[in-house]
């Protein structure tokens, strides 16, 4: 993997990831129809053995893998956030699990969204951080909104989630120049 710093925020550590993080609690948040709903994820059956390549896609090129851990409740390791790096063109692409529910709704999901675009956006060099999800994902929504992500495009119906057909919105944010 490319060097990533460990993030701190008030209330998280966001930490490269590593073996430690390869545990059947991940593989569970996988496997939880609610976490993996708006995912693609949502086509897949997950195993340690799957987890581990994922992990290891991360281990060679600019990408970043940050487990996130939860310190003040005690919680520990509550999920995941990954920026796919095209360095050519300094842009990312941002994506995030919480996987925890219990974690949910506590602003913990914006906490580890912000850090990592203000890591990319600043030291990590990049021009543009992008991310998209389904025009469903209520949460993600608001994510992008708290964190200064502007729409940037529609994808028409990309997605079929359970008999409805979903648009994909992108959006982006660029460094301050
Ligand atoms: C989507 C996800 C990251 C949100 O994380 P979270 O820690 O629960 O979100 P936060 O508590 O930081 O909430 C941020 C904002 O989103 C809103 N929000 C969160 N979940 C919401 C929901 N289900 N419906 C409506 N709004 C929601 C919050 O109210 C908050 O807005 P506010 O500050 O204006 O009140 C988390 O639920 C998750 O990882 N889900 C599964 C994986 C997933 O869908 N990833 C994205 C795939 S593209």
């Given at each position: 993997?490319?060097?990533?710093?460990?993030?701190?925020?008030?209330?998280?550590t966001?930490?490269p990831?590593s073996?430690?993080?390869?545990?059947?609690?991940?593989?569970?948040?996988?496997q939880?129809?609610?976490?993996v709903?708006?995912?693609?994820?949502?086509?897949r059956?997950?195993?340690?053995?799957?987890?581990?390549?994922?992990?290891?896609?991360?281990?060679?090129?600019?990408?970043?893998?940050?487990?996130?851990?939860?310190?003040?409740?005690?919680?520990g390791?509550?999920?995941?956030?990954?920026?796919?790096?095209?360095?050519?063109?300094?842009?990312?692409?941002v994506?995030v699990?919480?996987?925890?529910?219990?974690?949910?709704?506590?602003g913990?999901?914006?906490?580890?969204?912000?850090?990592?675009?203000?890591?990319?956006?600043?030291?990590?060099?990049?021009?543009?951080?992008?991310?998209?999800?389904?025009?469903?994902?209520?949460?993600?929504l608001a994510?992008?909104?708290?964190s200064?992500?502007?729409?940037?495009?529609?994808?028409?119906?990309?997605?079929?989630?359970?008999?409805?057909?979903?648009?994909?919105?992108?959006?982006?944010?660029?460094?301050?120049?």
């Amino acid at each position: 993997m490319a060097e990533a710093p460990t993030l701190e925020t008030p209330r998280l550590t966001l930490a490269p990831f590593s073996d430690e993080h390869l545990t059947e609690r991940y593989v569970g948040w996988l496997q939880d129809p609610d976490v993996v709903r708006y995912s693609e994820q949502r086509h897949r059956t997950h195993t340690l053995e799957s987890c581990r390549q994922f992990a290891a896609s991360f281990a060679d090129g600019p990408s970043h893998l940050w487990a996130i851990i939860e310190n003040k409740q005690g919680l520990g390791h509550i999920g995941n956030i990954n920026s796919d790096v095209d360095a050519a063109n300094r842009t990312a692409d941002v994506a995030v699990m919480i996987g925890e529910k219990q974690a949910w709704g506590q602003g913990l999901g914006f906490e580890a969204w912000n850090a990592v675009l203000d890591y990319l956006l600043g030291p990590g060099a990049m021009r543009k951080v992008t991310a998209g999800t389904m025009a469903e994902n209520k949460g993600m929504l608001a994510i992008f909104e708290k964190s200064g992500m502007t729409e940037e495009g529609r994808r028409k119906k990309q997605f079929q989630l359970l008999d409805r057909e979903v648009d994909a919105i992108l959006v982006a944010r660029f460094a301050e120049t």
